[in-house]
């Protein structure tokens, strides 16, 4: 059973080992004062654009779903319309009529060549033929309008397809299936692409340090978004009795719903110029936060004689921090510290200890 065990600890410590462990030097970095703080992802009501329906008719059909991003053009409902299926079946029928009265302006051209008809009746099916394309070329533009390919058009047809105005999530479907619409009745609601805000709740004592373009982070399915604040609204908000400010969302961002609450951490104030290491090198070790670093050389390889880990630890402060940095005391500016997959260094010295009480 022990030759069991020193074969496994053996091969673990050969895996932790052959692992890269990053290592980076401590720089000085700015920061500036931080705040958490509670959020939501808001929707300005200008970013909202209802598609409506420019016809009567009944509703047969979504080709959206809620929550579904769709481009500019992208088809969003079939409606079947009245008015639709008496507009397509006039514009065949002035078709018809045109293409008789260009063969009866044709035959009586002929016969006025041959003296066999007068002047008057010529001008007279020209007019009438003047008058059908008129007609026609009117109503095909309004069919061209509303989407109608009146180039492929050989029957009277009563469907119309609504299409998007612009690009945009489908935030609510407002009509039932199968039920009736009026003209301009809105059919769905499309929040628009990245129009999208953070509303903060700040404390008095900290709005009154905020500024235009300060930065919120905010954090969202295991992601930071950073934005930065566009309007400090001057009335306290009622319920909270926080200072509501607004902030853009400088990405784009898949899957952001609206109301959704947030934790964020706002930054304001001066920076100041502290020794920092990146946030991926600390670790939560016997209840304080440290950071690795390798031995000495010449402790080093005592060490591996030992089979201890190659790494020390050093306990630190947290002084500052933002999204990709810590202020710390507890290290020199230059010294050599592991920037990343602290965990594997923790599991060294976790079993370095082990081995040695096993002595």
């Given at each position: 059973m022990n030759k069991i065990l020193l074969l496994l600890t053996t091969f673990i410590?050969?895996?932790?080992?052959?692992?890269?462990?990053?290592?980076?030097?401590?720089?000085?970095?700015?920061?500036?004062?931080?705040?958490?703080?509670?959020?939501?992802?808001?929707?300005?009501?200008?970013a909202q654009e209802a598609i409506t329906s420019v016809v009567a008719g009944h509703l047969e059909k979504y080709f959206v779903k809620p929550a579904q991003v769709v481009k500019k053009g992208q088809k969003i409902a079939l409606i079947e319309s009245i008015v639709?299926?008496?507009?397509?079946?006039?514009?065949?029928?002035?078709?018809?009529?045109?293409?008789?009265?260009?063969?009866?302006?044709?035959?009586?051209?002929?016969l006025y060549e041959k003296g066999m008809t007068s002047m008057s009746e010529l001008n007279n099916e020209s007019i009438k033929k003047s008058a059908i394309a008129a007609q026609l070329n009117a109503?095909?533009?309004?069919?061209?309008?509303?989407?109608?390919d009146t180039k492929n058009l050989t029957q009277a047809t009563p469907n119309y397809t609504l299409y998007s105005h612009s690009g945009g999530k489908i935030s609510a479907l407002l009509k039932p299936l199968h039920s009736s619409?009026?003209?301009?009745?809105?059919?769905?609601?499309?929040?628009?692409?990245?129009?999208?805000?953070?509303?903060?709740?700040?404390?008095i004592e900290y709005a009154t340090k905020a500024k235009l373009g300060d930065k919120i982070v905010v954090e969202y399915a295991h992601k930071k978004i950073p934005t930065h604040i566009t309007q400090i609204?001057?009335?306290?908000d009622e319920d909270t009795q926080r200072v509501v400010a607004l902030s853009s969302v400088d990405e784009k961002v898949d899957n952001l719903f609206i109301n959704t609450y947030v934790e964020a951490t706002l930054y304001f104030g001066d920076k100041l110029q502290y020794p920092a290491v990146k946030k991926s090198a600390l670790s939560f070790f016997n209840n304080e936060w440290v950071v690795f670093v390798p031995n000495e050389e010449e402790e080093h390889h005592e060490k591996?004689?030992?089979?201890?880990?190659?790494?020390?630890?050093?306990?630190?402060?947290?002084?500052?921090?933002?999204?990709?940095?810590?202020?710390?005391?507890?290290?020199?500016?230059?010294?050599?510290?592991?920037?990343?997959?602290?965990?594997?260094?923790?599991?060294?010295?976790?079993?370095?200890?082990?081995g040695e009480h096993g002595h």
């Open positions: 410590s050969a895996a932790l080992l052959a692992v890269e462990i990053p290592t980076e030097h401590v720089t000085m970095h700015s920061f500036s004062e931080s705040k958490k703080i509670n959020a939501k992802v808001i929707q300005l009501s200008n639709i299926s008496k507009m397509t079946a006039e514009y065949l029928s002035l078709k018809k009529q045109l293409a008789a009265s260009k063969k009866n302006y044709e035959a009586l051209k002929k109503l095909e533009s309004q069919l061209l309008t509303l989407g109608i619409v009026s003209e301009n009745d809105p059919i769905v609601n499309i929040a628009k692409e990245q129009a999208y805000y953070i509303k903060s709740y700040l404390p609204m001057p009335k306290v591996e004689e030992h089979h201890e880990a190659p790494y020390t630890l050093a306990v630190v402060n947290i002084v500052a921090e933002d999204e990709n940095f810590v202020a710390i005391e507890g290290l020199e500016l230059g010294e050599e510290y592991v920037s990343d997959k602290s965990y594997y260094v923790k599991s060294m010295i976790l079993k370095s200890s082990l």
